[in-house]
């Protein structure tokens, strides 16, 4: 790679860097990426992810080796749509074979090699009764036995592990309430976790790109509606990717604010996916931008009620009522329950390739929900659609937001000759630009 290339790819990552410090991810991965040799790549990521200040709990399941065991002891299993029959013979077997497993994952991300990617890393991994299962029951006269269901997640020592700057494994096995071993699905749990948490994403390591679409490329971002229209229209997805959709659209509306589908095979997959402004899988979202619209003259009483405090305390410039209604068409709002709780507007320099992105507010209930971000990036792609190549803003104390959201600082002389024109040296605004 040359310098210059790495050297951008490294300045671009550092906003996904500095947003994700201090956040959970839950990370579900199957006992195929110790079978076919593939965990030790994703070990050397997940202890840079590690490094980087986010919290990982890690979800491994086991699949090839259960059936390994359950071969070697002539046990089959009854599999209804439910899940399987887990008999008490069946239930040793499968208690050995993700017991394997999990020494295996900790002896993956414990190894610290000199000159091996995960040299120096100190990753130390924690794993224990963090789960409490149930059992499935009898359903449509069928005993489940001794497969289960998560019943609660002991969120604060997980949470608790974490501060602690550990790794958190969770495996398919869980102990019920009376104290009986349960064999869980490892999707489920991953699932449980990641809601249970709050976490800001949970990712799927998956056989495959992410969810096709129609024109043989991969979907790159759905909203939960539109993965739901998916899942309603494309009879020829692939099961285990319906089911990942599936759970998708349910941890999404569970309060977690995103869901990754990622290649497991995919050398970097993780990083590529989550450091790149493209990523590589399928991101699944809520459905905020129904809530952002184009501005109508309707609009201008509650875009001047958001203005106002932000004009008197100096962070926005004063702006007239007739100059909002002049310049109307040029705002976006999020409106919510018949109330707008944010606005911004874009103004375009088609002779510099630039647009402007300026007076960007939300209602002050609503300034840690992320709806500021998602406003944005509304009008990143507006701006992208429309053939902009940079935008700019000036900003007097909101930069170091901007700047954690991708834009860097630049000078005056740089903005399209008109608007240098119309910049006020008495506010001394900070100018920052954000490539497309």
């Known amino acids: 790679m040359h310098s210059s290339q790495f050297v951008r790819g490294f300045r671009e990552s550092s906003p996904y860097i500095h947003r994700f410090r201090g956040n959970a991810f839950v990370i579900a991965l199957g ?11 994703i070990a050397s990521d997940i202890a840079l992810l ?8 890690l979800v491994c399941g086991a699949e090839p080796q259960i059936a390994a065991a359950l071969s070697q002891s002539g046990i089959e299993l009854t599999v209804t749509d439910h899940g399987p029959v887990v008999s008490a013979d069946a239930l040793q077997s499968i208690a050995r074979a993700v017991g394997g497993v999990r020494f295996e994952i900790e002896a993956a991300l414990s190894r610290g090699v000199s000159g091996s990617p995960m040299s120096g890393a100190d990753v130390r991994v924690v794993s224990g009764n963090f789960l409490v299962a149930r059992p499935l029951g009898v359903i449509d ?32 096995m869980g102990v019920s309430l009376s104290g009986d071993l349960f064999h869980l699905s490892a999707e489920d ?11 800001s994403k949970l990712i799927f390591l998956v056989d495959g790109d992410g969810i096709p679409d129609q024109e043989g490329g991969v979907f790159r971002e759905l909203t939960d509606r539109e993965a739901r229209n ?24 569970s309060g977690v604010d995103r869901v990754h589908l990622v290649n497991r ?24 931008f129904e809530s952002i619209r184009p501005a109508a003259i309707e609009d201008v009483a509650g875009i001047l009620d958001l203005i106002r405090p932000l ?32 606005c911004a507007a874009l103004y375009p320099f088609p002779e510099s390739e630039m647009a402007e992105i300026a007076c960007l507010a939300v209602h002050p209930e609503y300034q840690k929900s992320g709806r500021a971000t998602h406003l944005l990036s509304w009008f990143e792609k507006t701006a992208r659609e429309s053939g902009f190549r940079k935008l700019f803003v000036l900003s007097t104390q909101a930069a170091h ?4 959201r991708g834009f860097v600082s630049g000078q005056v002389n740089e903005l399209p000759p008109v608007r240098q024109e119309l910049y006020s040296h008495s506010r001394k605004s900070l100018v920052l630009y954000k490539g497309l």
């Open 31 to 41: 006992g195929d990426v110790l079978a076919d040799g593939s965990f030790p790549a």
């Open 50 to 57: 590690k490094s980087l200040g986010i919290g990982i709990v």
């Open 141 to 172: 006269g069928i005993d489940h036995q001794f497969y289960g269901k998560p019943r609660e997640v002991r969120v604060e020592a997980i949470r608790s592990q974490i501060a602690e700057g550990h790794v958190v494994l969770l495996s398919s």
């Open 189 to 199: 749990v991953a699932q449980s976790a990641a809601s249970s948490l709050l976490a």
């Open 230 to 253: 998916v899942l309603s229209s494309d009879e020829s997805l692939h099961p285990v990717m319906r089911d990942r959709l599936r759970r998708a659209i349910e941890t999404v509306a």
């Open 265 to 288: 095979a995919h050398d970097g997959a993780l990083l590529l996916e989550l450091f790149t402004r493209d990523g590589l899988g399928t991101l699944i979202s809520e459905d905020r």
């Open 311 to 342: 004009e008197a305390m100096g962070i926005l410039v004063g702006r007239s009522r007739e100059a909002i209604e002049t310049d109307i068409g040029r705002f976006a709002v999020i409106y919510r329950d018949g109330k707008i709780i944010g």
């Open 401 to 404: 937001w901007f700047v954690e």
